[in-house]
């Protein structure tokens, strides 16, 4: 993956823009970890409190240091309000170059997450010069599983991540090219 090219600092889809994450999200972004059922469905969660989400916070920031891409803070064009997370990640020991997502709860249900994840995985692919990308999603998060298989992801097989059992659903750039100009067509 070519980490030497002048990557995108944000992406925008029709009713999203994707920007980077900073410190300004964290309100909004402790207000969306504190709901245990958002937290639950988090192969990467550490707890609710304000302070493993300023962990969290601080993590998705660091990686975009580090790696150059991270998750993407997520925000209504309409309206300016936070609505979640979503993008590239590729934490050490994480199996692949993964997209993820998490929404605030008061989002859900209006088609974000997939409208959110369709734009990282084109990211990904187009971006980063992924060759192949993955999630890894916790067994019972139904709601993710349906998003990950709306923007093309397929069961790749069961796994442990982080002590936890865990689903690696995934799409490699040749399905994901053959499924956009079958679209285009």
Known sequence: MAHNRRMRTQVETKR?????????????????????????????????????AWRSLATFIGHRHIRGYSHFALVEKDTGRFVGRAGPWQPHGFPGLGVGWCLDRR??????????????VRYCFTDLGATEIVSVILPGNERSATVAERVGHRFLREL?????????????????RARENSATV
């Open 16 to 52: 999203l823009l994707l920007r980077p994450l900073t410190g300004d999200d964290f309100d909004d972004y402790a207000a969306m970890l504190a709901d245990p059922e958002v937290a639950a469905g988090l192969a990467e969660s550490t707890g609710t409190s304000a302070a493993d």
């Open 160 to 176: 442990t991540y982080r002590g936890q059992q865990a689903r690696l659903y995934g799409q490699s750039a040749d399905e994901w």
């Open 107 to 120: 989002f859900w249900g209006r088609g974000y997450a997939t409208e959110a994840a369709h734009a990282a």
